[in-house]
């Protein structure tokens, strides 16, 4: 493991943040796993500008995102634990301030130096913005969202389908996979999107 994938696990130790409650659940890596295999379907790797055979560039993108993924909500450090382990719904006032974890995330990056810096404050700021402009914080909508942060937050959003926390509880696969493709091109990049439950119907 080399200096900069050690810096970034100390960072993301700050607060884990899936391990809410009294459970406590391994989804960050399985959800950088499934980025990374997302990451190597043609539809995805056609969006990067490459074909099957460049195997270096899958490689170096698959390492940023994976990196990327590890921090995505790195702000959410600024939250208050009250209002991240609230056993029910948020009010809108606690909303508001859970959003900001986004810009609290970003700002970290603020004057990124690498590649990996880019992709993080990229994916932290707006890993929930959706397809079609309802997303926070900025509202963006189809491609104007950076591409990593389309595949992670398709990925990230099953992820949390599959497990239960205080918000929500867990789904059967069917059950996640309906959810998804009702939201492709809502929440989620359809091409994306669709690769990605191939995979997951595939598996």
């Keep these: 493991m080399d200096k900069f994938e050690q ?4 960072m993301k130790g700050l607060r884990d943040v899936y391990e809410v409650g009294t459970g406590q659940h391994n989804i960050l890596s399985m959800l950088i796993t499934e ?3 997302a990451l190597r379907q043609p539809p995805v790797s056609g969006l990067l500008g490459f074909d099957e055979g460049y195997e270096k560039e899958i490689e170096k993108n698959r390492d940023i995102l994976r990196m990327a993924a590890m921090l995505h909500d790195i702000g959410k450090v600024a939250i208050s634990d009250l209002i991240l382990k ?3 719904r948020f009010t809108h006032e606690e909303f508001e301030i859970m959003k900001s974890h986004t810009y609290h995330g970003a700002k ?3 004057e990124a130096q690498t590649n990996v810096d880019e992709a993080a ?3 932290a ?3 929930h913005e959706n397809w079609d402009g309802s ?6 909508k189809g491609e104007a969202i950076p591409l990593l942060a389309r595949i992670l937050s398709i990925a ?6 599959m497990h239960p926390n205080t918000q929500n509880e867990a789904k059967s696969l069917e059950e996640a996979v309906l959810e998804l493709e009702r939201e492709l091109g809502v929440l989620y990049d359809p091409i994306i999107g669709a690769a990605f439950i191939e995979l997951l119907r595939s598996a």
């Design 7 to 10: 810096h970034i696990k100390r």
């Design 86 to 88: 609230k056993p029910a």
């Design 121 to 123: 404050r990229d994916v």
């Design 156 to 161: 990230g959003a099953y992820e949390q389908m």
């Design 108 to 110: 970290i990056f603020i």
């Design 35 to 37: 980025c990374e295999i």
């Design 125 to 127: 700021l707006t890993h």
């Design 135 to 140: 997303g926070y914080p900025k509202g963006l």
